[in-house]
């Protein structure tokens, strides 16, 4: 380990008896210099058990592992994904026009706005009915197609922007090979007034090849026509396999393999959600990304909020032993956060081999998992609060809530209980209580509760286009950061691979009804039950 990492574990040690109440004795005011503030965001630390010399301990491990140069080699298009030689540039995504990164050669900021154009033009056409379906009807209806990357995002950003749906158009979203996915979506759907965005950058994924199937046979059959074509969208690096699908030429939209799947939700794969918040508020949420990666890159890593974040997952993680880390967003709208989150860090950091190809010598990623406050606090927050285990956690709220179509006083009075619920959640595991002096002592330790858990809060004043913008890219940013404090590459999985290959040739078993031996025993047990059962 360098000696930059056993500064911090130092930092660790002489924090190991101060609780965080103690943290704010010696210091009431500490909120005061560890909140920070990027974009409409304000991010309060002071609730985590650290110190100004841990964390001056932190960025001088963020120096060491350098951090600032990784950072500007990917925005300026160097090949960051290492085992896969290929530039990592979600950033350009969201750059202006008049910006330049070259790959390969061409800078290929003119052919990122020239997709969103494309795009735009598009979901205008479709908003306006100028665009209409194989019957002459209009679009009323678009579904998503796609799994990962290609329906975490955009699936989040429309929940997250539900308020925010102006074209007339809703967005359905399908993900999962299991047929009752598809079924579920269609079952209420006209196929009249419906389309497809089948997403996928092979445009072989599995699964979702076999709902695009599907879902031509459900169009075919339901407005008993051959040619759907007017049904379907694609977004993919193969349009030629696109086109032999059924979706025309003008329809397809680029993948690029400069674009990771979980880091893509700025690129084509938000087609679906921009068919239903409109051009604008798609650009606004570009915006919002946009403007964290300025802050990413410009402020001084004391006070550069991704970076912070970073470095106190690391401290949780490494130095204070917490394998898992929970989000909680009191928002509702926020309620597949936590999810999308689930692939951003634990797909990106989920490692075991650093860059060069050796075992790492210390954890990486933590569990990521949450629920929406506060139905997490009638589940869950009793681990939280009383467990065995510390679990830190991200509380995410607003000032104002986006509910529309109730008495408005009514729903302020609710988001006013909400957000008291969450600012009173972080207190108490911060603090905790001991046990009241009229408890019996049979039940004295059931009544404690220790407190000295983690948790940062974020706040905004409202979650809008731009907001979540901004809230996707602090979490980019950050898993960003954390890879290369890590030493490993961020942006290859191939931890997902082998699944893949094995469930091809168990498949094909199935299909075949014959158990090879090269199957193992277990899963020759398995098969046969499928297939005396099915």
């Known amino acids: ?65 350098d951090v600032e140069n990784l950072r500007n080699k990917m925005f300026s298009g160097e090949a960051m994904n290492n085992t896969e030689g290929r530039p990592v540039l979600h950033v350009a995504l969201r750059m202006l026009a008049s910006e330049s990164v070259v790959v390969g050669g061409e800078n290929i900021i003119p ?11 598009t ?12 019957t002459g009807k209009a ?5 998503n197609i796609g799994i990962g990357g290609s329906d975490l995002g955009p699936a989040m950003a429309m929940r997250a922007l539900s308020a925010y749906a ?17 079924a579920q979506v269609l079952a209420y759907l006209n196929p009249h007034e419906t389309a497809f965005v089948v997403a996928s950058k092979t445009f072989t994924t599995q699964e979702t090849m076999a709902n695009a199937h599907t879902a031509m046979k459900w169009l075919q059959t339901g407005m008993n026509v051959a040619d759907v074509q007017s049904h379907f969208f694609a977004v993919t690096a193969r349009v030629d396999a696109a ?7 003008e329809n397809i939209f680029p993948m690029w393999d400069w674009v990771g799947g979980r880091f893509s939700l700025g690129s084509a794969i938000g087609f679906s959600l921009m068919c239903s918040i409109g051009v604008q508020h798609f650009n606004d949420m570009l915006l919002g990304m946009r403007e964290m990666d300025e802050h990413f890159c410009s402020a001084e890593l004391q006070e550069n909020v991704p970076v912070l974040l970073a470095l106190v997952g690391i401290w949780n993680r ?17 309620a597949r956060f936590p999810a999308y989150l689930q692939q951003l860090e634990m797909e990106s950091n989920g490692k075991r081999a650093n860059r060069a190809g050796k075992l790492v010598e210390h954890a990486t990623s933590p569990v990521v998992w949450g629920e929406p406050g506060t139905n997490g606090q009638h589940a869950f927050f009793q681990l939280l609060h009383q467990g065995t285990d510390v679990i830190p956690v991200d509380f995410i709220g607003a000032a104002r809530t986006t509910a529309s179509g109730l008495d408005e006083q009514s729903a302020h009075e609710q988001h006013q209980k909400l957000t008291a619920n969450m600012f009173a959640q972080a207190s108490a595991l911060a603090f905790g209580s001991p046990a009241a002096t009229d408890v019996p002592a049979a039940q004295g330790e ?17 979650l809008n286009p731009r907001v979540l913008g901004q809230l996707v890219a602090l979490y980019e940013h950050k898993t960003f950061v954390q890879g290369c404090i890590w030493g490993i590459n961020s942006f290859d999985q191939w931890g997902v691979e082998l699944g893949k290959v094995l469930a091809g040739d168990v498949l094909a078993h199935m299909a075949n009804t014959s158990l090879d031996s090269t199957l193992d025993y277990s899963t020759r047990v398995l098969v046969e039950w499928f297939l005396n059962n099915s």
């Open 318 to 334: 490494n130095f204070l032993g917490s394998a898992s880390q929970a989000v909680i967003p009191y928002l509702q709208e926020l």
């Open 1 to 65: 380990m360098s000696s930059a990492w056993n500064s911090v574990g130092a930092a660790a040690n002489a924090l190991e008896k101060v609780t965080i109440g103690k943290l704010f004795s010696q210091d009431p005011a500490r909120t005061a210099s560890m909140m920070f503030s990027a974009g409409e965001l304000l991010v309060d630390f002071s609730r985590q058990k650290i110190d100004e010399q841990a964390l001056q301990a932190l960025i001088a491990l963020a120096k060491d592992a």
């Open 123 to 134: 979901v205008e056409r479709i908003a306006n009915g100028t665009h209409v379906g194989s």
């Open 243 to 249: 086109v032999q699908f059924g979706v025309s030429a």
């Open 446 to 462: 059931h009544r404690v509760f220790p407190g000295n858990r983690p948790s940062t809060t974020i706040v905004f004043t409202e």
């Open 139 to 143: 679009i009323k209806h678009v579904v």
């Open 166 to 182: 102006v074209t007339g158009v809703q967005a359905h979203f399908v993900s999962n090979v299991d047929p009752t996915d598809l």
């Open 111 to 121: 052919e990122v706005h020239a997709t969103l154009s494309r795009m735009a033009n």
